[in-house]
């Protein structure tokens, strides 16, 4: 049924967006006269510090049997990197790519599962003879065995992925759509929280204008917090960041101040380089209960954070609100990597 | 159109910002051992199916031989009994018609008897009777003879010596006769010549005279 589904072009698909810290669930249904309606929807929190396993077991429970869903994963080893081609690295073709990646982002084809995109256009880089290498390339990759273990660990619970994507592109890319709807042309900082790091770069008129080295990420502000607040362990010292961190705004800028000094020299580096201010930020990977980080970071390097006008953004792609009560869930900024997503694959 | 065009034609479009980390070599494992499973189970739901449908044509056969034995060890134990019943039927029915027949000569409306005795003494000594014979018509289905209703007809065969105008004489002279004396006015009387029965030398002629009630 499924192999006919897809043979047919089935016009259901159910999408899973996963982070290390919060998982949701929709199905989308395309309806006559092209519109979206949105069904199914959930949003379950996610144990960011469990070892070994990815997803925690209620979820793994609620995705199990669902073949052929989109499935949108932030391993921890992700990353980004851009760089600037050189004729000479043009001139080689795609095998040109290898040693850079090796030399100047210390990235083994062999451990990594890497590809290459056009940083302006989005579109894949694959090794043909008529391959014309662009000038600015974003290597977007992962580890091949954490996101292998991630897959079989969809696999285990007979959750068949059509498609296993990386939240930090597919984030970005609903980033990079929205801000074309509403016409920002300002540079947006986005930061893609995470476990052990957090990635950093900047997206600007539907491309990623910049990517830098990491900075810190949730374990980092553990271990601060639990020093500053004198904390017995990491569980608990995560509970206190979720509960309690909007009451406590002293330790909020203590902890995040080393990880705004190393974003805040970036800025200064990308607003010198291009002349261009950054005017908004964006921190994908937070749960609800940490979207206190992004006012924390906003305010510290003074950046407005971004607001998404979903209303908007779901009207201009169609989307059905009428008579679905859970739409109102689709306000918190986690949602735009699942909303992108969907609009990319219903376009 | 060359395979490359076609090839091209038939891969999905690339989609920007949109990188696929899935390991195709596990999910197509997996779709494989799901399509093993989806197969193993058509062919054993098959497998089931077929022997449920042997085991009923076995069933059903072997119900078949038995009721086919049954009738068969019925007929023989009584074909012996059967044959003898017909013989029964057949002895039945002859006995039966022997019956009826002599039912109706019994239940002639005249007196059979008395009219060949009073055919006798009336008989003119130029007439020679061969063959009286006289039978009743009735419904052959009619258990019991319903003697008003019926209709009888004698026949006398005889050879008349000399002239045949005796014979005229002779049929009023019967029509007088006192054993049909209920029967008279519906009675009637009449006479053949056979054709070629003249017996020249002789002078002697065949006749047959009928005489018939009609109810």
């Keep these: 049924m499924d192999v006919l589904s897809s043979f047919l072009g089935s016009k259901k698909q159910k999408f899973i967006y996963t982070s290390e810290t919060s998982c949701l669930l929709a199905t989308v249904t395309k309806e006559k006269k092209s519109t979206l309606s949105l069904s199914d929807l959930e949003e379950l929190a996610n144990n960011p510090l469990k070892e070994n396993a990815y997803l925690d077991a209620p979820i793994l429970k609620k995705i199990t049997k669902s073949k052929n869903a989109i499935c949108m994963v932030a391993p921890l080893s992700r990353f980004i990197y851009k760089a600037k081609l050189e004729a000479k690295t043009k001139s080689k073709g795609i095998q040109g790519l290898i040693p850079l990646l090796k030399e100047r982002f210390n990235a083994d084809l062999k451990t990594n599962q890497i590809a290459a995109i056009d940083a302006y256009t989005g579109i894949e880089i694959k090794d043909s003879a008529n391959t014309v290498l662009p000038d600015h390339v974003c290597f977007i990759g992962t580890q091949k065995q954490e996101i292998k273990m991630i897959q079989n660990e969809f696999m285990d619970c007979q959750c068949i992925p059509k498609k296993l994507l990386l939240t930090t592109l597919t984030t970005a890319k609903g980033i990079m759509d929205y801000t074309k709807l509403v016409k920002i042309t300002q540079p947006v900082l986005f930061i893609d929280f995470s476990v052990n790091q957090s990635l950093v770069f900047v997206l600007c008129n539907n491309h990623i204008e910049a990517a830098y080295p990491p900075v810190h990420g949730l374990k980092s502000l553990i271990s601060l917090t639990r020093k500053a607040c004198s904390l017995p362990d990491d569980v608990s010292t995560y509970k206190y960041l979720l509960q309690s961190m909007t009451e406590d705004t002293q330790v909020m800028e203590t902890i995040t101040q080393r990880m705004c000094a190393d974003i805040k020299s970036y800025i200064d580096f990308f607003e010198v380089q291009t002349s261009l201010p950054i005017e908004f930020l964006f921190i994908n990977g937070l749960s609800p209960q940490l979207a206190w980080l992004t006012q924390c970071i906003g305010k510290v390097l003074e950046i407005k954070p971004l607001q998404i006008d979903f209303n908007t953004w779901l009207q201009t792609h169609k989307v059905n609100t009428q008579g679905n009560e859970k739409m109102t869930q689709i306000s918190q900024p986690s949602w735009i990597g699942m909303l992108s997503a969907v609009f990319n694959y219903f376009r | ?215």
């Design chain 2, 1 to 215: 159109m060359n395979l490359q065009l076609l090839k091209s034609y038939l891969s999905p479009k690339p989609r920007p910002w949109e990188i696929d980390f899935r390991d195709k070599s596990i999910v197509i494992n997996s779709q494989l051992s799901s399509i093993k499973i989806y197969v193993l189970a058509a062919m054993g739901i098959l497998t089931v199916i077929l022997i449920g449908v042997s085991f009923f044509t076995e069933l059903d056969h072997k119900r078949q031989a038995t009721r086919f034995n049954e009738i068969k060890t019925f007929l023989d134990k009584n074909t012996t009994l059967h044959q003898q019943m017909m013989r029964h039927n057949k002895d039945f029915v002859d006995t039966r018609n022997r019956v009826r027949t002599l039912l109706n000569a019994y239940a002639l409306p005249i007196d059979l008897s008395e009219f060949l005795l009073e055919l006798c003494k009336s008989k003119p000594h130029e007439i020679r009777f061969n063959t009286i014979a006289a039978n009743c018509q009735s419904d052959p289905n009619t258990k019991v003879v319903d003697v008003a209703h019926k209709s009888f007809n004698i026949q006398i065969y005889g050879i008349v010596k000399g002239d045949i105008a005796i014979l005229e004489s002779y049929k009023t002279q019967l029509l007088q006769l006192k054993a049909i004396d209920a029967f008279k006015n519906n009675c009637k009387c009449f006479y053949n010549l056979e054709k070629n029965t003249v017996d020249q030398q002789a002078d002697e002629t065949r006749f047959q005279i009928n005489l018939q009630y009609s109810a």
